[in-house]
């Protein structure tokens, strides 16, 4: 999101983090890059832990906002749940060192501080006054500015579990699977009688044409049934009709149709596929409609709930993807958490893991739009 700070202290700027961030953070440090004095957005990390080395931590986190257009400040708040320390001089706040080799590199790397505060339980502070005091929590209190995310109560984690299904839903959807992958062997052997259940046809027609099928979806994605949903589940579970499907969410069906034929004449004969595609599953190329991700995203995170246990790893890694193109690592590493507890060698899923573990973002995260 990108958004015109209008912060005249400490306390203001507090208020407005939870909408650029799009959440409450817990146990984080928010980093928020500056051009002038406007910020565009916020990056979220975990709170550095004892095996880690605390200037690789830093010279990574400053290098994440550096790459962010323009920047040339950035101010950063410590979400904890410990408490400051008394001490004969005063008091210290948590992670004061960690925030001290934070503002040395952002400095070094010719950025100017705007602010650094801590939001503890018990209050807030600042880590850039001699003698800090903290601050009572109800001095924030809610934030004014609108959030693209809605509520923003929740922290890091709120919306990441599955939708709710049933157990009539999830048999439905279960039934229809097996239904539809055997009429498809029957369609690949010429012994279709004509007699079958014409849901099941109906689902076997929307397959002859995959990018259609793919954009219909999100067109009514929470009104799936049992045989579309089954007709997705089946279409993600082939790595090449997935990947398919991620391209084409994150660019349009002309581009899941260009996609389709590279992955078939890779299949066929070994044809490189075009680089602007294979760039898409990078996050490099141009940025994505976030509209169409989320749907996307809300198409696979109910066919998940919904989906036979071993057919669930294919839609969460698509979510996985989803969630990370939309600059939601976290929910993305929770998805491919998932994944490995289901199968813990699914590739996608692996080369997800590597990019989010190395801290990459897609390309476009780092982009300004217009001021708002």
């Known amino acids: 999101m990108t958004t015109v700070l209008r912060a005249s202290d400490s306390t203001d700027f507090l208020r407005v983090v939870p909408a650029l961030a799009g959440f409450t953070p817990r146990q984080s440090i928010v980093l928020l890059p500056f051009r002038g004095t406007r910020t565009y957005g916020a990056m979220r990390l975990d709170l550095p832990d004892d095996g880690i080395s605390l200037e690789e931590y830093a010279d990574a986190a400053v290098g994440l906002v550096?790459?962010?257009?323009?920047?040339?400040?950035?101010?950063?708040?410590?979400?904890?749940?410990?408490?400051?320390?008394?001490?004969?001089?005063?008091?210290?706040?948590?992670?004061?060192?960690?925030?001290?080799?934070?503002?040395?590199?952002?400095?070094?790397?010719?950025?100017?501080?705007?602010?650094?505060?801590?939001?503890?339980?018990?209050?807030?502070?600042?880590?850039?006054?001699?003698?800090?005091?903290?601050?009572?929590?109800?001095?924030?209190?809610?934030?004014?500015?609108?959030?693209?995310?809605?509520?923003?109560?929740?922290?890091?984690?709120?919306?990441?579990?599955?939708?709710?299904?049933?157990?009539?839903?999830?048999?439905?959807?279960?039934?229809?699977?097996?239904?539809?992958?055997?009429?498809?062997?029957?369609?690949?052997?010429?012994?279709?009688?004509?007699?079958?259940?014409?849901?099941?046809?109906?689902?076997?027609?929307?397959?002859?044409?995959?990018?259609?099928?793919?954009?219909?979806?999100?067109?009514?994605?929470?009104?799936?049934?049992?045989?579309?949903?089954?007709?997705?589940?089946?279409?993600?579970?082939?790595?090449?009709?997935?990947?398919?499907?991620?391209?084409?969410?994150?660019?349009?069906?002309?581009g899941g149709m260009r996609t389709l034929a590279a992955q078939l004449a890779f299949a066929g004969s070994g044809t490189t596929v075009p680089d602007d595609l294979g760039q898409v599953f990078l996050g490099r190329g141009p940025a994505p409609d976030l509209d169409r991700l989320r749907l996307a995203l809300s198409v696979v995170r109910r066919a998940a709930a919904q989906a036979p246990r071993a057919y669930r790893p294919a839609p969460l890694t698509a979510a996985a993807w989803l969630s990370w193109a939309l600059g939601r690592s976290t929910h993305a590493g929770r998805y491919l958490e998932m994944v490995r507890e289901i199968d813990p060698q699914y590739g996608l899923a692996a080369l997800l893991e590597t990019m989010i573990g190395g801290a990459l973002l897609p390309e476009w995260a780092f982009r300004r739009g217009p001021a708002t």
């Open 66 to 254: 550096s790459r962010v257009e323009g920047t040339d400040a950035v101010a950063l708040v410590v979400y904890t749940d410990a408490e400051a320390h008394p001490t004969r001089d005063g008091l210290v706040l948590p992670f004061a060192v960690e925030v001290d080799e934070l503002l040395g590199c952002a400095e070094d790397a010719g950025l100017r501080v705007v602010d650094a505060l801590c939001v503890t339980p018990a209050g807030w502070s600042s880590y850039l006054v001699d003698e800090p005091v903290i601050g009572l929590l109800s001095d924030i209190g809610a934030s004014p500015a609108l959030s693209s995310e809605g509520d923003v109560s929740g922290d890091q984690f709120a919306g990441v579990d599955l939708p709710p299904s049933d157990l009539a839903e999830k048999e439905r959807v279960g039934r229809a699977l097996l239904e539809l992958t055997e009429m498809l062997c029957l369609d690949r052997c010429g012994t279709l009688t004509g007699r079958e259940n014409p849901m099941a046809i109906a689902a076997l027609v929307m397959l002859e044409d995959v990018p259609a099928f793919f954009e219909s979806v999100l067109r009514t994605p929470q009104d799936l049934p049992p045989f579309a949903t089954a007709a997705l589940l089946w279409s993600l579970n082939r790595p090449l009709l997935r990947d398919v499907a991620i391209a084409q969410w994150a660019t349009d069906l002309a």
